[in-house]
T-cell receptor, first 112, second 113 residues
Framework: DSGVTQTPKHLITATGQRVTLRCSPR?????VYWYQQSLDQGLQFLIQ???????AKGNILERFSAQQFPDLHSELNLSSLELGDSALYFC???????????FGQGTRLTVV | ELKVEQNPLFLSMQEGKNYTIYCNYS?????LYWYRQDPGKSLESLFV?????AVKQEGRLMASLDTKARLSTLHITAAVHDLSATYFC?????????????FGKGTKLSVKP
């Protein structure tokens, strides 16, 4: 158990809908990262927050957004969902930007 | 833009054999990570390599880093079935950001008796 908690573990939703994925980082970690893992794209970095502020953006679609709250938990919002958004979404956390990120168990999103 | 390439992408080994997975990256970085992922599971950190010539070993796995060649290797010694998993290398991307990782496509290792 890495100490990073993601909810829900599984999510099935219809195209066009909006979902929110939640991540609680390890105690003491200030950095949160979101990654998308799919068969065709592999592990894609989406976005990073550090102590509540956006620090880096990767291949994140405009339909997706994220935030990190004062208690350091983070949420990834996915809207206008398409079939191609079906993937495993991982959250990772680390003490700072240069330390080892530890990954949560992931949320498996299925869009039907 | 930082790119990370792993090869091979698929590796079928017999128990007891040795093999090496290679990870090349395109721009300078001072951190390289190796992760293991079992099917449908999370990513488990195996090694962090921070400097040129760094070598780390854990059990039957040994990782090394050559920053001049922008190359890391993960060497498997006398493979056993329990090592079957997908192995990812990831390189820290400091281009305008701090610390996010760019992953290779992964090497799916299957160890057969």
């Amino acid at each position: 158990d890495s100490g990073v908690t993601q909810t829900p573990k599984h999510l099935i939703t219809a195209t066009g809908q909006r979902v929110t994925l939640r991540c609680s980082p390890r105690s003491g970690d200030l950095s949160v990262y979101w990654y998308q893992q799919s068969l065709d794209q592999g592990l894609q970095f989406l976005i990073q927050y550090y102590n509540g502020e956006e620090r880096a953006k990767g291949n994140i679609l405009e339909r997706f957004s994220a935030q990190q709250f004062p208690d350091l938990h983070s949420e990834l919002n996915l809207s206008s969902l398409e079939l191609g958004d079906s993937a495993l979404y991982f959250c990772a956390s680390s003490v700072g930007g240069g330390s080892v990120p530890f990954f949560g168990q992931g949320t498996r999103l299925t869009v039907v | 833009e930082l790119k990370v390439e792993q090869n091979p992408l698929f590796l079928s080994m017999q128990e007891g054999k040795n093999y090496t997975i290679y990870c090349n990256y395109s721009t300078t970085s001072d951190r390289l990570y190796w992760y293991r992922q079992d099917p449908g599971k999370s990513l488990e950190s195996l090694f962090v390599l921070l400097s040129n010539g760094a070598v780390k070993q854990e059990g039957r796995l040994m990782a090394s880093l050559d920053t001049k060649a922008r190359l890391s290797t993960l060497h498997i010694t006398a493979a056993v079935h329990d090592l079957s998993a997908t192995y990812f290398c990831a390189v820290a991307n400091y281009g305008g950001s701090q610390g996010n990782l760019i992953f290779g496509k992964g090497t799916k290792l299957s160890v057969k008796p």
